[in-house]
């Protein structure tokens, strides 16, 4: 064990340095590039492959086909030309372990780690976010 008078310098040392810590929640938080929170979902990408479902290890997101799908388009001649079909996200935020997999895998860049850490919920069902 040091002895008081030899760990003396180092407290005054940390008395007049600037505090390591930061005073959150009173304050906002810093976040980094790269820092991985709540994952966000851009529905024109996603093509529907699932590679996130499977990646997943936690069991956390789901790609659903949407309830509202856009219109066909007519064609001069008449005939119908389908639209790219669009897909929802159901993300289970209790489940996810922020890994990024989903986004690592996702070939058309459809999710993304948003900075968006302050998740905590009273109610566990707030925690399943449908991205539409
Ligand atoms: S991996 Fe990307 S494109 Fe494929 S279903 Fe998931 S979000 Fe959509
Ligand atoms: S960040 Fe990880 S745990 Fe969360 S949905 Fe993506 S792959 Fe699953």
Known sequence: MKKPL???PEAMKNLTKKAATSKYPFEKAKTYPGFRARIVFESEK???CKM???VCPAGAIEIVLSA???APQTAADGSQIPQKKKFDCI???DRCIYCAQCVD???KKALASSPDFELAQFDRKK???HYT
């Open 52 to 54: 996130c479902m499977r």
């Open 127 to 129: 925690l399943k976010l």
């Open 91 to 93: 993300m289970n935020l």
């Open 6 to 8: 030899r760990l003396f």
């Open 105 to 107: 895998i996702c070939p």
């Open 68 to 70: 509202e799908q856009p």
């Open 46 to 48: 996603c093509i529907g």
